[in-house]
C-alpha cells in the first residue's frame, strides 16, 4: 500500500505556524551543513549499502537531513533522521509522543526492505538510545480509501501504541474516534488526518487537516499508523497497569532491547568533524 507523508525526511521535526530555523554557526573546522548533505549525496551509489552519518549535535543532524531533503532525488534517495528523547535519561517526564513517534517510524522504515538508497543522520545521543526489539518497532495499522474498516482494531491498536483519545486533536500522537468520522494525528506527521467512514465501516475519504483551524486540506489514499510509544503493549488492557513514566525502563518490559545500529547493519559510517 503506497502512504502519502507530508514530509520529505523521515524522522523529520515538523513545525507548526513557525519561523524556519536559523543554521547553526559553523564551529572552527565544521563543514556547513549543506556542504556535508551535498558530499552524501555525491557519494558512490555502486553498492546498495545505507550510509549512516553521525553529526555532532542533534540540530546539525536536522540541518543536514534538511538540505538531503532539498539535495537528493526522492526516487533514488531515502533521507531519514534520528532524533533523541526531548527529556533526559529516567527523568520524571516521560518523552514526547511525538519524539518516540519519530524514532518509531524511522526504525520502522530502516526494517523494511530497501526500494531505495538509504541516508540516516543522527547524532551520538540519538543513537546511544536502546531501542524496542523489531517486533515492536514494526507495529502498524493501514488505513485506506474504499478498504473497510475494523474499529475495536483500530481503537485496541491506538491503546497499545501509545495514542491519547481525545475529542479535538492538535497534537502528535492524538485520536478521536466521533461517529463517522476519526481523526488522528500520527506522531511523525507534519498535520493529523480525519478519516470519513459510511455506515458499513469503509472508509469514504482521508483529508489532512489544519490542527488549529480544524479545516480540511489535501486528500490522500492511504495512511499509516505507526506507535506514538517506544513501549508497545500485547494487550490493550495492560496500558491501565503501566506506571507514570514507563517508558524509561523499556528493559523491564521487553525481553531484550536492540540498537539503532541493528536496523543499518553493514551501513557505511562516516562521522562529523571532532568525532571520531
Same mark, same amino acid.
Do not use: N
Given at each position: 500500500?503506497?502512504? =502519502?507523508?507530508?514530509?520529505?525526511?523521515?524522522? =523529520?521535526?515538523?513545525?507548526?505556524?513557525? /519561523?524556519?530555523?536559523?543554521?547553526? /554557526?559553523?564551529?572552527?573546522?565544521?563543514?556547513? $551543513?549543506?556542504?556535508?548533505?551535498?558530499?552524501?549525496?555525491?557519494? %558512490? &551509489?555502486?553498492? %546498495?549499502?545505507?550510509?549512516? #552519518?553521525?553529526?555532532?549535535? +542533534?540540530? @546539525?543532524?536536522?540541518?543536514?537531513?534538511?538540505?538531503?531533503?532539498?539535495?537528493?532525488?526522492?526516487?533514488?534517495? +531515502?533521507?531519514?533522521?534520528?532524533?533523541?528523547?526531548?527529556?533526559?535519561?529516567?527523568?520524571?517526564? &516521560?518523552? $514526547?509522543?511525538?519524539?518516540?513517534?519519530?524514532?518509531?517510524?524511522?526504525?520502522?522504515?530502516?526494517?523494511?526492505?530497501?526500494?531505495? @538508497?538509504?541516508?540516516?543522520?543522527?547524532?551520538?545521543?540519538?543513537?546511544? =538510545?536502546?531501542?524496542?526489539?523489531?517486533?515492536?518497532?514494526?507495529?502498524?495499522?493501514?488505513?485506506?480509501?474504499?478498504?473497510?474498516?475494523?474499529?475495536?482494531?483500530?481503537?485496541?491498536?491506538?491503546?497499545?501504541?501509545?495514542?491519547?483519545?481525545?475529542?479535538?486533536?492538535?497534537?502528535?500522537?492524538?485520536?478521536?474516534?466521533?461517529?463517522?468520522?476519526?481523526?488522528?494525528?500520527?506522531?511523525?506527521?507534519?498535520?493529523? #488526518?480525519?478519516?470519513?467512514?459510511?455506515?458499513?465501516?469503509?472508509?469514504?475519504?482521508?483529508?489532512?487537516?489544519? /490542527?488549529? $483551524?480544524?479545516?480540511?486540506?489535501?486528500?490522500?489514499?492511504?495512511? @499509516?499508523?505507526?506507535?506514538?510509544?517506544?513501549?508497545?503493549?500485547?494487550?490493550?488492557?495492560?496500558?491501565?497497569?503501566?506506571?507514570?513514566?514507563?517508558?524509561? &525502563?523499556?528493559? =523491564?518490559?521487553?525481553?531484550?532491547?536492540?540498537?539503532?545500529?541493528?536496523?543499518?547493519?553493514?551501513? &557505511?559510517?562516516?562521522?562529523?568533524?571532532?568525532?571520531?
Amino acid at each position: 500500500m503506497a502512504t =502519502q507523508s507530508t514530509l520529505t525526511v523521515t524522522g =523529520q521535526q515538523a513545525l507548526v505556524d513557525g /519561523p524556519a530555523p536559523i543554521e547553526e /554557526p559553523a564551529r572552527r573546522g565544521h563543514a556547513p $551543513s549543506g556542504a556535508v548533505a551535498a558530499r552524501l549525496v555525491a557519494m %558512490d &551509489r555502486t553498492d %546498495d549499502a545505507p550510509i549512516l #552519518f553521525i553529526a555532532s549535535s +542533534e540540530r @546539525r543532524a536536522d540541518e543536514i537531513a534538511s538540505a538531503l531533503g532539498a539535495l537528493s532525488d526522492p526516487d533514488q534517495d +531515502e533521507v531519514l533522521v534520528l532524533p533523541p528523547w526531548d527529556c533526559l535519561p529516567y527523568d520524571r517526564a &516521560r518523552p $514526547s509522543r511525538e519524539s518516540m513517534g519519530r524514532r518509531m517510524a524511522v526504525l520502522a522504515a530502516l526494517g523494511g526492505p530497501p526500494s531505495r @538508497r538509504r541516508l540516516l543522520v543522527a547524532c551520538p545521543e540519538a543513537l546511544m =538510545q536502546r531501542t524496542p526489539p523489531a517486533k515492536a518497532v514494526a507495529a502498524q495499522f493501514d488505513l485506506e480509501v474504499g478498504a473497510r474498516i475494523d474499529r475495536s482494531a483500530l481503537e485496541a491498536f491506538a491503546l497499545r501504541t501509545g495514542y491519547v483519545f481525545d475529542e479535538r486533536i492538535d497534537e502528535p500522537g492524538e485520536i478521536a474516534v466521533l461517529g463517522a468520522v476519526i481523526d488522528v494525528f500520527p506522531p511523525a506527521e507534519a498535520a493529523p #488526518f480525519r478519516i470519513g467512514v459510511s455506515d458499513d465501516d469503509t472508509v469514504t475519504d482521508i483529508k489532512r487537516f489544519d /490542527p488549529v $483551524s480544524q479545516r480540511t486540506e489535501a486528500e490522500v489514499a492511504a495512511i @499509516r499508523l505507526t506507535p506514538a510509544s517506544e513501549l508497545v503493549l500485547k494487550q490493550a488492557q495492560d496500558v491501565e497497569a503501566l506506571p507514570d513514566a514507563a517508558e524509561h &525502563r523499556l528493559a =523491564q518490559h521487553y525481553r531484550a532491547l536492540s540498537s539503532a545500529f541493528d536496523f543499518v547493519d553493514g551501513a &557505511r559510517v562516516l562521522t562529523d568533524d571532532g568525532l571520531s
